[in-house]
């Protein structure tokens, strides 16, 4: 398939009697970038009959159930006229269609409907087993925890079949444990799975917090009290342990990683119609920052299961485009009766779970190795150093100015509450300079905490920064052999720019028998106590491969009046740097200016970046950097966060390729993941 159009449609409360709906279509064709939507006038209504819909759900007449839903929705002439105007562009550029159903959170209720069996209102062909279709129920909102995709690897399943002693009391069936468990094995094929011994809330979260699963798979009787869904699990004695769906989500919520995909689904005791607690757990997981939820909305026959999941998790793992892996097993169990059982519900426009780390471009190859591996090889490379090389020690930035904003109540626009500068700003102003930064360190020393196991002297509220990161680091260190700062120490680079404020990199460089100097950028006018050779040397100082100068933008934690912190400092930054450019040292000039640069750790819609392209990347004389191979490693474009996807991809492309006059090639992944592929070239190479 060719290019790819969507339509989104989101239904949303008009009054007590009905809902309104939007219509959205856009195609992916970079020339036309279609996008329609209902105009002026032309308000789209849908009324929905309940009670006629359960008493068809009852019968077991679910082709009826798809016309009379279908009837409800495109009740207005001109969401059926614009249904089919799309349709038909789709089949003239002859591309795919993903069409998402986003239900507004004020029409909770609507999420119980079976919209599986939603139909064209036009051909009657039901979206669902139609195969040039993706179908999905689609959730979006800019409040919700971001929705990170990590790079493909080997997939690792983990599930929980709840069977407690005691269900009769509660005239509910006994579960079959060990059939449950084969069925899920069955259904994953080749895909690892680790189960549960005792379906306890605890086990599973202690369960996904010492390792990481891709998949969860959880099977349980569900039941709904006073508008509440709960699971019956397991606990510690065996015993029935009703959980609120709300803590189950809580708890998920707090993981660090969670599964990328969750499947729910009723036990084959549960007899018909038992499904709506999983159904409306769905959007809740959803919003939890689980990228997809695959809810079964009734009880799937063990037939249809054979049928339906094994092609599912077969398809899902040649590219991880979830909708499309439902839909191609859809299509193999579209003569069962219970076809339409499971429901996915998803934060991710593409359909994504996982990306493949890999250069841009039509062939995602890197045709300049030859010319990057010489320019390291000779000296004549320039590591430039962001935030996202410490994720893996303390999360990302976004995230700790999140949950410093939501400390603070921070009172603004919501998206600013996940950048740094401005969450820092509106402490400063409301408290003072001194009070923003001694909370931000605080922040940095809880998150170091929260993912290492640091030694007794460090545990205190005051203990050293540097010294936390440097044993956080060492602990990572000791399971990865291309752990980041290990592989950039063993480049033989003079020169080492870094918007970072800790000193991670000259120990690194300790490490690999070298001896880096450490300086400051002169951004500001400084204290007479602090000594100008942090800022500047005269000496005569020549760095070397072996005695190599670490540059440090934005300050450093030991130097807390160095530190750019606040949204003022950013642009006293800008400004200064400016006044004080002779200041800089002639030796990141030259850096700068001939020689291959190495971007690691910097997201280029994010302000930091910015700020090092505008500032750095001005200097004259930089014409000689088109005579290198320069490289920016990108994070794939948040989901969650961003309107398109796709073009904010493009826009980061034509972005890189246009700035200061030279070619950026993006690597799309993390810093380590390339890391990782350079060190085997160099090794390959030395080899």
Partial sequence: MGTTADIELTIHRHDL??????????DSDPQSQAEVRLGAGQAAYAVFDFSALDELLASGEIKAYGRSLTKGLFESEALRTAMAQARAAVEQMQGSLRLRLNIHPGAGELNILRWETLLDPQSEICFSTDQNILFSRYLASMDWRPVRLRAKGELKALAMVAAPNGLEAYKL????????????????????????????????????????????????????????????????????????????????????????????????????????????????LAAAGIPAVLAMQDNLSMETNAKLMPVFFSELQKDGQIDRALSAARGQARERPDWWVPSLFMRLKSGRLWYNPGFGGPRGEFEKWPSLLRGIQSGRCTPILGPGLNDPLMGSMRDLAQAWADELQYPLAAHERESLPQVAQFRAVDQSRFTAEDEWLAHLRAAIRKRSTLPAELEGPNAPLAKMLEAARQQILAKDEFETYKVLAQIPARVFITANTDELLEAALREAGKNPTAMVCPWREFSESTDPAMYNRDDGFDPTPEQPLVYHLFGL?????????????????????????????????????????????????????????????????????RRHAHISAQIEPDEARLLDPGRARRYIETYFGRSSDIEINIFWGTAREFMGELAARLSLQRG
């Fill in 17 to 26: 009697q009905g809902y309104a709906v939007d219509f959205r279509y856009s």
């Fill in 557 to 625: 934690l030991s130097e807390p009046e160095s530190l750019v912190l606040t949204e003022d400092d950013t642009f006293e930054f800008l400004i200064g740097i400016t006044r004080h450019m002779k200041n800089i040292p002639s030796q990141v000039g030259r850096a700068l200016t001939d020689s291959a640069l190495l971007f690691l750790g910097f997201q280029a819609e994010e302000w930091n970046f910015r700020v090092v392209m505008q500032s750095l990347l001005a200097k004259e004389g930089n014409n000689l950097l």
């Fill in 173 to 284: 069936a006994s579960v079959d444990k060990t059939a449950e468990i084969a069925a899920i094995a069955a259904g994953l094929g080749e895909i690892p799975l680790e189960t549960l011994e005792k379906a306890t809330l605890n086990n599973l979260v202690s369960a996904l917090q010492t390792a990481e699963f891709d998949i969860l798979h959880i099977v349980a009787h569900g039941t709904f009290v006073n508008g509440e869904s709960f699971l019956w699990l397991e606990n510690e004695d065996g015993g029935v342990a009703r959980v609120a769906g709300s803590e189950l989500v809580t708890r998920l919520r707090e993981l660090e990683n969670r599964p990328r995909l969750t499947v729910l689904a009723s036990c084959q005791s549960a007899g018909r119609g038992k499904g709506d607690v999983l159904t409306a757990l769905g959007p809740r």
